[in-house]
Structure formats: C-alpha cells, structure tokens
C-alpha cells in the first residue's frame, strides 16, 4: 500500500513563531488531507488537498503532487494550535486514507 | 455543511459486554463510510469499509466476528464490539463522503468526534 511519511515527528514552538509541516507520500494520490488533532481527540479537518496551495487565516498548504509530497504551513503560532497534526492520503482508483504518524506541536507561551 | 455525528462519545463496560457505536451523515448522503481505530500517541489505523446495504469490507487482521458492521441507511452506519475485553479499548472513529450509488473518489472525508471505549 502507499506509504506516508511525515516530519518532523516532533515540534516546539515559541508563540508567534512560524513553522513547516511536511508529509512526503510514495504514490500519485487523489485525496489528500490535512488534519488537527485536539487534546479531546477530535479531528478538525484543515485542508483537502491533493494538488495545489490554500490558505485559512493562518495556516496553508501545498501539495505538489507531480514530486509527492505536501506542506502545512503554521505562522504566527498560537497555544491553541497545540495538537497532533496527521496527513492522511487516498492513492489513485482507491477511496481509502492512509494516515500518516502524525507530527505532534507544541507551541510554548 | 457535511457534518458526521458518532455517539457514545465515551464507553466504559465490562469485560464480556458488547458495545455499539453508531455513526451518522447529518446533511449528507453516504454510500460508503469507515471506521478507523487509534490507539494511544498513535495514528488512526482503518479497520474495515462500510457499504450500504451489502457486506463490509474488513482490513486485514481485523476479526469481522469481532467487530460486527452494519449500514442499513445512506446515513447511518454501526460498529458493535462484541464480547469486548481490555484490549479492545482504543479511541474509535468513523467517516463518510458524500455520494450515493458509489464511491465519488475526489471527496474529501468527513470525521465523527470519536468514541472512547474502556473495557473493565
């Protein structure tokens, strides 16, 4: 099946820093998604995105698809953006999401 | 809009107790939803695809007896724990996409708030 890489695993943060999330995946893909994780366990679904860029507030992302791989962008962290932030991929002619391990952020006051 | 509503949002039972989680498309219709499992500071692993009106389809090294699947509307699947144990414990979640009459692959999937079941 498609693999799905994510780094960092691990990421702290000041307040007010701007950060890079990457998510390299090992097949050409028809979904691909972007997800926050809160301390409660809920999945707020922050992008989908399987080519291109978008942008909300103070997040965006980029997929280039044609190289495999996507980035989320944070800038100007806040407290709340504490969380888990996984990356999950559905590969051509399948319906199916792969998650990612997930990147875990911190951001510090 | 597209909104998945899971409920219980949290379990606990004891051992030998069967448990049942339904998931549900409040706007939206849903041909095929999905059940995922995650244990503790890990990823969602998907456990089995549930289709509307026929059989679900189980990923590997899930037990089918285990965890029994049924989607009976275009809005509403169940997953039941059977004869739960203390490993069975783990933070469960469904999702569904829009569509009817087949999967429309270039959806994005929506995500239920999760349940938490704790087996005694």
């Known amino acids: 099946g498609i693999q799905v890489e994510q780094s960092p695993p691990d990421l702290i943060l000041q307040e007010g820093a701007n950060s890079t999330l990457r998510c390299n995946f090992s097949?050409?893909?028809?979904?691909l998604q972007w997800f926050h994780q809160n301390p409660w366990g809920q999945l707020i679904n922050l992008f989908y995105?399987?080519?291109g860029t978008k942008q909300n507030g103070r997040l965006s992302a980029t997929t280039v698809a044609t190289e495999r791989y996507s980035l989320l962008y944070i800038s100007s962290s806040q407290t709340t953006d504490s969380g888990v932030y996984f990356c999950?991929?559905?590969?051509?002619?399948?319906?199916?999401?792969?998650f990612g391990a997930g990147t875990t952020v911190t951001v510090r006051a | 809009g597209a909104v998945v509503s899971q409920h219980p949002s949290w379990v606990i039972c004891k051992s030998g107790t069967s448990v049942k989680i339904e998931c549900r498309s409040l706007?939206?219709?849903?041909?095929?939803m999905f059940w995922y499992r995650q244990f503790p500071k890990q990823s969602l692993m998907l456990m089995a695809t549930?289709?509307?009106?026929?059989?679900?389809?189980?990923e590997q090294g899930v037990e089918k007896d285990k965890f029994l699947i049924n989607h009976a509307s275009l809005t509403l699947s169940t997953l039941t724990v059977t004869s739960a144990h203390p490993e069975d414990s783990s933070f469960y979640i469904c999702?569904?996409?829009?569509?009817?009459?087949?999967?429309?692959?270039?959806?994005?999937?929506?995500f239920g708030d999760g349940t938490r079941l704790s087996i005694l």
């Open positions: 999702s569904a996409s829009p569509g009817t009459g087949g999967i429309v692959s270039n959806q994005p999937q929506h």
């Open positions: 999950a991929v559905g590969p051509l002619g399948d319906y199916k999401l792969s």
């Open positions: 995105i399987p080519s």
């Open positions: 549930s289709n509307e009106g026929s059989k679900a389809t189980y």
């Open positions: 097949d050409s893909v028809n979904n």
């Open positions: 706007d939206f219709q849903a041909t095929t």
